[in-house]
């Protein structure tokens, strides 16, 4: 095997197929529910990555003790990958001074900057586990010395923040080396040696050729602090000339550099996919749309669907309940909180004309969760069973599939390959039910909580109709409000996935704001332990899932073995 093709197996970018739950964005709650939680660790990374990280940790260790030969800066890249992949800021950092130690450092190239500034900052899906809401900017991230909020604003931000962190099981998008931190209070800062600016300023320094991966990767790192005037400014006007004006609640671009074909800066998609993720994920998604609509005009370059899909995300984070309370209580905000309203005109425009994107199932998903947050059941219940019930019954498909190929492979010999696919196909299966589960009981929710629709037609015809249509989606046990009272349906037949129980925990650990420590001695110290809130005995019930197989094996040739094994093969199908 040659050292490239190497490369490209243990590279998290270049070899996507290893991960099975790759391009899945999976939350808490799904990890609480389904056997997709034991493909992540307590942090909410997956294991596979970590596992990757520890090896090439373990080879760097011994290539450098015991081989006269060194490691190359393209060998250098694929380390920092597996860092960012292992959401490993310490890591990123060895690996990055090790060149360095190894004489490399006047050899970093464009790219060795680039993939530097991606583990560092959270720059690639893969790095935050495709979950946006991890690196999403709060308006409690914008406080700072030098700009700070009114005192009582800050508290009620405080408040809100503690309550989220009690009803979290688990330290997910925490600091391995400080579990009570969060991870965007690491990436949100904009000055010192911590802060983009001066990375930024450093490869400008060293005189680093720009190029169009190293400027997408610059306009995502500023976002994670809130520096939109360094993206409007230092990015876009003095690379592409494109000017943006802000007039009363209008926002005009314009401009445009004639930028040669064979540029290194040429704007290309993955300039568009830079926008929507860095000013989506400060709530700024009006103005990527406009500058994703310009540039893709000014330049002729088509919007891919992954453009839209991303858009289509970003709105819908950013219109959730967490991040509009915070821009709300901020002040000053509110033209930046977009709504449940966006997310459906922004689904109308990408899939009619011109632009005509098919949907995938994750985009049917976040329109369905729109539509029944403005209370438009009908249209929600349409969608799910014309849209994201087709597309589920092909993963469904997939994975029965997958799981019979298994099967017959292993008949002849173990196949490694098939239990992939399979695991694979099982995740992809695993996700879209949960999601179309999570769809049905926001439904229930807004049924009951809403007047007109316990007296309407939706609880009298609606909810009836959805109950056995989409049974297989829903608990042994379904609770709504009608205008006559509580309505229990038992559905004793029904398949269990999980088991409950009674688990009494504390709450994680969580520092306070700044506020509360200024007043002692050394607190603007790297070192100091910070004041923390006090730990709750919280007792609540838990979801235990079933956990589906890790390797099917081969059909035991003894007659009750062999019954009992079809017997777990076919409850492996029912989960």
Not at 72 to 96: E, S, T
Not at 108 to 128: G, M, N, Q, S
Not at 469 to 490: H, I, K, T, W
Request: proline letters at 5%; one cysteine or more; aromatic letters at 8%.
């Amino acid at each position: 095997m040659t050292r490239r093709s190497t490369q490209l197996l243990l590279d998290p970018l270049g070899s996507p197929h290893l991960d099975v739950a790759y391009g899945l964005c999976i939350s808490q709650g799904q990890a609480q529910a389904s056997d997709l939680g034991s493909l992540m660790d307590s942090f909410g990374v997956r294991h596979h990555h970590r596992h990757v990280l520890a090896g090439m940790q373990c080879l760097l260790k011994l290539r450098n003790q015991g081989s006269p030969f060194r490691l190359m800066p393209a060998d250098y890249q694929v380390l920092l990958r597996c860092a960012g992949a292992a959401l490993d800021f310490q890591a990123a950092k060895n690996f990055w001074a090790d060149m360095a130690i190894q004489g490399l450092q006047t050899r970093r190239t464009t790219d060795t900057w680039t993939d530097f500034i991606k583990a560092r900052f959270l720059t690639e899906p893969v790095y935050y586990q495709f979950h946006v809401g991890r690196v999403a900017l709060s308006a409690r991230h914008l406080h700072s010395n030098r700009s700070p909020l009114p005192m009582a604003v800050l508290k009620r931000m405080e408040k809100l923040r503690f309550s989220i962190n009690a009803g979290m099981r688990e330290p997910w998008n925490r600091r391995r080396d400080d579990m009570a931190e969060d991870v965007m209070r690491l990436l949100r800062r904009r000055h010192g040696y911590r802060g983009y600016n001066g990375h930024w300023l450093r490869a400008l320094f060293y005189g680093v050729a720009m190029d169009e991966a190293l400027l997408c990767a610059s306009i995502i790192a500023f976002a994670r602090s809130g520096s939109l005037q360094m993206i409007e400014d230092v990015i876009l006007l003095d690379y592409y000339g494109i000017h943006i004006v802000r007039q009363d609640d209008s926002v005009q671009v314009s401009g445009g550099h004639d930028v040669p074909l064979d540029s290194p800066i040429m704007p290309t998609a993955r300039l568009l996919n830079a926008i929507v993720d860095g000013l989506g994920s400060i709530s700024h998604t009006a103005l990527a749309g406009q500058l994703v609509d310009f540039i893709s005009c000014r330049y002729a370059i088509q919007v891919p669907a992954e453009t839209w899909s991303k858009l289509l995300n970003w709105t819908y984070v950013c219109s959730s309940k967490p991040l509009c309370q915070m821009r709300r209580l901020h002040g000053g905000l509110e033209a930046t909180i977009p709504t449940p309203r966006d997310v459906t005109r922004l689904w109308s425009v990408m899939t009619s004309p011109p632009h005509s994107i098919e949907p995938s199932f994750d985009d049917c998903n976040l329109f369905i969760r729109a539509l029944i947050h403005l209370g438009a059941v009908t249209a929600a219940v349409e969608t799910l069973r014309n849209e994201a019930i087709p597309r589920y019954k092909q993963l469904v498909r997939s994975h029965q599939q997958a799981l019979l190929d298994e099967v017959l492979v292993n008949d002849v010999a173990p196949s490694p390959r098939a239990t992939h696919r399979r695991r694979r196909a099982q995740a992809l299966h695993d996700h879209a039910r949960l999601c179309i589960t999570a769809c049905l009981s926001n439904l229930l929710s807004t049924v009951s909580s809403t007047r007109s629709h316990r007296n309407g037609s939706a609880v009298q015809v609606l909810v009836p109709d959805v109950v056995g249509e989409f049974a297989d989606f829903l608990p042994p046990q379904v609770r709504y409000r009608s205008a006559q009272g509580l309505v229990q349906l038992l559905r004793p037949d029904a398949n269990r996935r999980y088991t409950w129980e009674s688990v009494r925990r504390l709450s994680l650990p969580q520092k306070r704001a700044g506020i509360y420590a200024r007043d002692f001695e050394n607190s603007d110290e790297p070192d100091f332990d910070y004041p923390r809130i006090e730990p709750m005995s919280i007792l609540e019930w838990q979801r235990r899932p079933y956990q589906r197989l890790e390797k099917i094996g081969r059909a035991p040739l003894a007659e009750a073995s062999r019954l009992a094994w079809w017997k777990r093969l076919e409850k492996e199908m029912m989960l």
